[in-house]
């Protein structure tokens, strides 16, 4: 009976370990009601298979734990196919989000990823490991995330 347990466990912790999981940013935001202020947090989290799949999700919640397990279950219920060339992206593109500003150049192999913080989460949990980005327009990390994801989005592929 025991060694049935420890199969039961040793196989979730193998569907878990299949997705590339990254909490990009931990917010603390607070509502003031009649009963004082109601603190919650904000967490955004980037999955991806590093094969050409990534996602990401925001959850909140009144704790780190259940905020992060929100945005990780919407992070890979909406997954978006990332066209490769090899191990690098098909095409030059420029992306405006908002404020944010992406720019995500293909890169020769051995290149490796010269990308932002944001970017190069995103970037990584998609498998993508030759390409050079620059962040333009904001700092804020939440909206270069988006603007990415936009931009690996709207990627074409190239045969």
Request: net charge positive; charged share 25%; no cysteine.
């Amino acid at each position: 009976m025991i060694s049935r347990n420890r199969n039961f466990y040793s196989n979730t912790a193998k569907e878990e370990s299949e997705f590339f999981e990254r909490v990009v940013q931990v917010n603390r935001v607070s509502k003031k009601t009649k009963g004082g202020d109601k603190r919650s947090l904000s967490v955004i989290v980037v999955v991806g298979d590093r094969k050409g799949k990534v996602g990401v999700g925001l959850g909140k919640a009144s704790d780190v734990q259940s905020a992060v397990k929100k945005a990780t279950a919407y992070a890979k219920k909406h997954l978006i196919d990332v066209p490769l060339k090899g191990k690098t992206i098909p095409h030059t593109i420029l992306i405006k989000s908002g404020a944010a500003k992406v720019l995500l150049k293909p890169a020769r192999e051995g290149t490796g990823v010269i990308a932002g913080g944001a970017v190069r989460v995103v970037v990584e949990a998609a498998g993508i490991h030759d390409i050079v980005s620059k962040i333009l327009g904001t700092k804020n990390k939440a909206s270069n995330v988006y603007a990415t994801l936009l931009a690996l989005g709207k990627l074409k592929k190239i045969i």
